[in-house]
């Protein structure tokens, strides 16, 4: 079972700041936090991954709390394009290499 | 670069033949990982392969799927005698590696269909 809990869905207007909230209050010492997103019939994409400091790149920034049991992925100028499903994921990266995906947060970019 | 490529994108089949799903990996990727979607759920983990190794089959079904990655050419999976069950979005993924800074990049995936 996965071990993050998203909101089913948020709405967002275009060209404003989306802020996807993530828990995952039995994140362990040595377990990653990942951001994928789907984009509606595609494969998923990559998003960010961060360990228990912020980290930016050229698609969004994550803010994970200082617990490490809960963290944000920002877009911070949301498009059309960003209209998609958003996971969350926790991962231990070594033995365990598989992802184990929720949900996930349905984001609704409006114009 | 080309990015993981699955073919067919489609494939529709009818209850009780086989279906064969391709992954090519993406240049350089030598590991391959492969998912399934249900309509209106997330993915889930099916088997993770490297050339010529089954790592970890632990979400494959006991019977009727099986997966390989052979030394050369694509990474198959394939599902015999398929039931309506089977209908699904299959994706596939690679990575040059298992580690940190080793992402898993993902194929546009195949929708089977069994009528």
């Known amino acids: 079972d996965a071990k993050t809990t998203q909101p089913p869905s948020m709405d967002c207007a275009e060209g404003r700041a989306a802020n996807l909230p993530c828990n995952h209050s039995?994140?362990?010492?040595?377990?990653?936090v990942y951001w994928y997103r789907q984009i509606h019939s595609q494969g998923p994409q990559y998003i960010i991954h961060g360990l228990k400091n912020n980290e930016t790149n050229e698609m969004a920034s994550l803010i994970i709390t200082e617990d490490r049991k809960s963290s944000t992925l920002i877009l911070p100028h949301a498009t059309l394009r960003d209209t998609a499903v958003y996971y969350c994921i926790v991962r231990v990266v070594g033995n365990n290499r598989k992802l184990i995906w929720g949900l996930g947060t349905s984001l609704a970019v409006n114009p | 670069n080309a990015g993981v490529m699955q073919n067919p994108r489609h494939l529709v089949r009818r209850r009780g033949q086989e279906a064969r799903l391709r992954c090519s990996p993406m240049k350089g990727h030598s590991h391959v990982y492969w998912y399934r979607q249900l309509p209106e759920e997330g993915l889930k983990f099916m088997v993770y392969?490297?050339?010529?190794?089954?790592?970890?089959e632990s979400g494959m079904p006991k019977e009727r799927f099986s997966a390989e990655f052979p030394k050369e050419g694509p990474s198959i999976l394939r599902i015999q005698q398929v039931v309506r069950g089977d209908s699904a979005a299959y994706f596939c993924?690679?990575?040059?590696?298992?580690?940190?800074?080793?992402?898993?990049?993902f194929g546009p995936g195949t929708r089977l269909t069994v009528t």
């Open positions: 993924a690679s990575s040059p590696g298992q580690g940190i800074g080793y992402e898993q990049y």
């Open positions: 392969l490297q050339k010529e190794n089954i790592i970890d």
């Open positions: 039995t994140i362990s010492g040595n377990e990653y």
